[in-house]
Nanobody, 119 residues
Framework: VQLVESGGGLVQPGGSLRLSCAAS????????MGWYRQAPGKQRELVAT???????NYAGSVKGRFTISRDTTKNAVYLQMNSLMPEDTAVYFC??????????????WGHGTLVTVSS
């Protein structure tokens, strides 16, 4: 199973970006999916999560600016980021709790995509 992120890049303050993450491989079901980020010199932190029934949870610092969504038909999760600020600069990681056909559930991580907010 692999998680592959895309959509990072350089954006000016106040701008928007949309991150995408798709899971591939031998998958029985996908439970909670989410986005985490790690800024230089800081620990990885939760940005947003979404359950299999579309319940969402956001970090306080992004609430009202970021929106997480998922497409179960594509095994994908998205993060729409608006009103970006320099402090949003980080490597963003996709995360998913995936049940394999063996009925064992694992947590998977993507390799990350860099978001840089700078003028």
């Amino acid at each position: 199973v692999q998680l592959v992120e895309s959509g990072g890049g350089l954006v000016q303050p106040g701008g928007s970006l949309r991150l995408s993450c798709a899971a591939s491989g031998s998958i029985f079901s996908i439970n909670t999916m989410g986005w985490y980020r790690q800024a230089p010199g800081k620990q990885r932190e939760l940005v947003a999560t979404i359950t299999s029934i579309n319940n969402t949870n956001y970090a306080g610092s992004v609430k009202g600016r970021f929106t997480i969504s998922r497409d179960t038909t594509k095994n994908a999760v998205y993060l729409q980021m608006n009103s970006l600020m320099p402090e949003d600069t980080a490597v963003y990681f996709c995360n998913a709790r995936i049940t394999l056909p063996t009925m064992i559930t694992y947590t998977y991580w993507g390799h990350g995509t860099l978001v840089t907010v700078s003028s």
